[in-house]
T-cell receptor, first 112, second 115 residues
Framework: GNSVTQMEGPVTLSEEAFLTINCTYTATGYPSLFWYVQYPGEGLQLLLKATKADDKGSNKGFEATYRKETTSFHLEKGSVQVSDSAVYFC???????????FGQGTELSVKP | EAGVTQFPSHSVIEKGQTVTLRCDPISGHDNLYWYRRVMGKEIKFLLH????????ESGMPNNRFLAERTGGTYSTLKVQPAELEDSGVYFC?????????????FGPGTRLTVL
């Protein structure tokens, strides 16, 4: 079946460090891939998405590239800020049906 | 444009009691989804409405959970009777159209604690 696996957290970085959160997926067909973020005390927000192979989603300095050959959608940011501290969720949506399938979430803590 | 809203934000009940969660989707969104995150694990799909019809309820854990969306607007999720393992954060999301490219917008969630 379809599934998403994320690197386990928590991840603790110093401000301005480089961030990578790994995400791999298992799916039939050609799903769309998403990163959602949940800031403390808030709901889930869509951070970025990619709908086909080799697409790059980007937003707020974050990027992720849809790699079909490695079934991955790793999240990267060149220089993190304290305000990036949150829980990040990788997800896929199959072309059949509307539900999102999420990874377990990765908590990021950025220290000044 | 107002986002997805959920009520209550928190609910603490005792085992065996009944709780009803409410979700108001973004106006005009036909698709409404319920998800749940238990004990810091992954967010899991519960069910999907298209207007007032249940499109997919494959994620509903058991018959203690009842979801409705009368009139195709807001939705309620009732848990009766609640058990300890029902504790978690219940998210609602809505989207405008089907297909792979529609974006689901999430509400802030309802944190349910069953004692």
């Amino acid at each position: 079946g379809n599934s998403v696996t994320q690197m386990e957290g928590p991840v603790t970085l110093s401000e301005e460090a480089f961030l990578t959160i790994n995400c791999t997926y298992t799916a039939t067909g050609y799903p769309s891939l998403f990163w959602y973020v949940q800031y403390p005390g808030e709901g889930l927000q869509l951070l970025l998405k990619a709908t086909k192979a080799d697409d790059k989603g980007s937003n707020k300095g974050f990027e992720a590239t849809y790699r079909k050959e490695t079934t991955s959608f790793h999240l990267e940011k060149g220089s993190v800020q304290v305000s990036d501290s949150a829980v990040y969720f990788c997800a896929l949506k199959h072309n059949q049906g509307g539900k999102l399938i999420f990874g377990q979430g990765t908590e990021l803590s950025v220290k000044p | 444009e107002a986002g997805v809203t959920q009520f209550p934000s928190h609910s603490v009940i005792e085992k065996g009691q009944t709780v009803t969660l409410r979700c108001d989707p973004i106006s005009g969104h036909d698709n409404l989804y319920w998800y749940r995150r238990v004990m810091g694990k992954e967010i899991k799909f519960l069910l999907h409405f298209v207007k007032e019809s249940k499109q997919d309820e494959s994620g509903m854990p058991n018959n203690r959970f009842l979801a409705e969306r009368t009139g195709g607007t807001y939705s309620t999720l009732k848990v009766q009777p609640a058990e300890l393992e029902d504790s978690g954060v219940y998210f609602c999301a809505s989207s405008h159209q089907r297909g792979t490219t529609d974006t689901q917008y999430f509400g802030p969630g309802t944190r349910l604690t069953v004692l």
